[in-house]
Nanobody, 121 residues
Framework: QVQLVESGGGLAQAGGSLRLSCTAS?????MGWFRQAPGKERTFVAT????????QYADSVKGRFTISRDNAKNTVYLQMNSLKPEDTAVYYC?????????????????WGQGTQVTVSS
């Protein structure tokens, strides 16, 4: 059983930046970030492979968000720049058993509690 703890959410102005962190209680393989806005489904944001060399992003965040990881610290990060009001959501990190890139919620076994990101216009 792996526990994931997110931090770094909060309030930002449009055009601003936030950095999310997610620390796991044990070793993890593929990691991902998802988000869920009120009344909407949880959607894919970014994923990173086990070794960290491969990443994939949702089209809506490509060029603005960067996912990275530090395996020595069991931590994955999401640097969010040029934030937009439509980025407002609860952000969840997730850990799965695969080594590659996973964009579906079905590919993850463990989820964090979520951290709120609010972007004002």
């Amino acid at each position: 059983q792996v526990q994931l703890v997110e931090s770094g959410g909060g309030l930002a102005q449009a055009g601003g930046s936030l950095r999310l962190s997610c620390t796991a209680s044990g070793r993890t393989y593929t990691m991902g970030w998802f988000r869920q806005a009120p009344g909407k489904e949880r959607t894919f944001v970014a994923t990173i492979s086990w070794i960290g060399g491969n990443t994939q992003y949702a089209d809506s965040v490509k060029g603005r968000f960067t996912i990275s990881r530090d395996n020595a610290k069991n931590t994955v990060y999401l640097q969010m720049n040029s934030l937009k009001p439509e980025d407002t959501a609860v952000y969840y990190c997730a850990a799965g058993p695969f080594r590659g890139l996973v964009t579906s919620t079905d590919g993850y076994d463990y989820w964090g509690q979520g951290t709120q990101v609010t972007v004002s216009s």
